[in-house]
């Protein structure tokens, strides 16, 4: 299919970078001079790379040269090893890429821990043959095998594992895209994305066939402090509930839930504003997953240099050490607390979304 023209042009409110850096193979690729034919159309500064390298003089100083890394989008080629698709347990049964990196400033963002080198957003220009990789997992996951409550999703794969789509779909394209691709697929499959932004109006009218499940990534208003440069939590859940009028299955991530002061009713006042954002809609088709906040010592020496003035609590205070399957460590919750907050979600979402489907606690 045509993928460089599955897109709409930008809102006022879209994430404009500063400049795109494209390298000399990601201008060999239709999407990629598609992204570059945007990115001019909207007067952002396009720098051709001489080679494949990525190059970007970043300042001296720490602050500038985060806030330079995170105004830049680079267009590159994703390589056979990045379209290796990865298990990516409990979200769904395989991560596909389609960008690395995102815009926006959360104090607690889980990238941070993930992606190495300065927070420069980078989107693939390959987006076909990331695409054409896809078939090769089908019937292969872990997840929907083994799970009955998702059996009929078929194979899914996660698109928001390093990035954050719906940020930077004005510009690029590739969700939009890989929607229509998974609804042109003759398989059992599914797509899966979870955003905190709100323009979703590129996607309202993509054949998507149902599959395609869109998850808003919120946390209570009281919270916004800790997620900069992201949508309103309300225009996410509105952006949320057209999806579903458009025939979208969709779903909440809450995430990361914080037990910070007030947590209990700034979580329960969330429940209710679902509630009432999606009365309504026909035929609902609504997931739910449950990520408490967690990080470890290399994430949290990352997001403290990024965010130094951070009210996010990431001290020992509450906290354990949990040791993952790969031997690495990180701090969660400590028992007493994760009991009391995953009491209070499971009595609330059971009172007031009860058609719901929880996937998940983690
Ligand atoms: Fe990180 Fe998600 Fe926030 Fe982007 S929106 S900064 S990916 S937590």
Redesign the pocket.
């Known amino acids: 299919m045509d993928i460089s023209s599955a897109s709409s042009p930008p809102t006022s409110r879209s994430w404009r970078p500063r400049r795109l850096i494209a390298t000399r193979a990601a201008r060999a690729f239709d999407h990629g001079r598609a992204i570059i034919a945007r990115a001019e159309a909207l007067g952002i500064e396009v720098v051709a790379l001489p080679g494949d390298r990525l190059t970007l003089a970043l300042p001296d100083d720490p602050r500038r040269a985060y806030a330079e890394a995170k105004a830049t989008l680079a267009l590159v080629v994703a390589p056979p090893s990045k379209r290796r698709l990865q298990p990516i347990a409990p979200s769904a049964d395989w991560r596909v890429d389609l960008a690395e990196?995102?815009?926006?400033?959360?104090s607690?963002?889980?990238?941070?821990g993930s992606l190495k080198g300065p927070p420069i957003t980078r989107v693939y220009a390959n987006l076909d043959e990331i695409l054409g990789s896809l078939p090769a997992y089908l019937g292969r996951g872990t997840i929907t095998s083994r799970t009955a409550a998702r059996a009929h999703e078929g194979t899914t794969f996660e698109a928001?594992c390093?990035?954050?789509p719906l940020?930077l779909e004005p510009l690029t394209g590739s969700l939009s895209a890989a929607i229509a691709w998974f609804g042109q697929w003759e398989a059992e499959a599914q797509l899966r994305f979870t955003?905190?932004?709100a323009d979703v109006d590129p996607l309202l009218g993509i054949a998507h066939r149902g599959r395609t499940r869109m998850r808003a990534?919120i946390n209570p208003r009281a919270f916004a402090r800790f997620?900069?440069?992201?949508a309103p939590v309300a225009e996410r859940l509105e952006a949320l509930r057209r999806m579903a009028e458009a025939g979208y299955p969709i779903g909440l991530t809450i995430a990361p839930i914080i037990a910070a002061d007030g947590w209990e009713d700034a979580y329960g006042g969330l429940v209710d504003d679902v509630a009432a954002v999606l009365a309504g809609v026909a035929g609902l088709d609504l997931t739910i997953e449950l990520i408490t906040h967690r990080f470890n010592t290399g994430s949290k020496a990352v997001l403290d240099s990024w965010y130094p003035g951070s009210a996010l609590d990431m001290t020992a205070q509450n906290r354990v050490t949990k040791r993952t399957k790969f031997g690495s460590e990180k701090q969660v919750y400590d028992a007493a607390t994760m009991r009391m907050l995953r009491g209070f979600f499971e009595r609330r979402i059971a009172d007031t979304l009860p058609f719901a489907r929880v996937l998940y606690w983690t």
């Open positions: 990196g995102c815009p926006a400033h959360c607690y963002c889980y990238l941070a928001s390093y990035t954050d940020a955003t905190k932004f990534s997620e900069g440069g992201t």
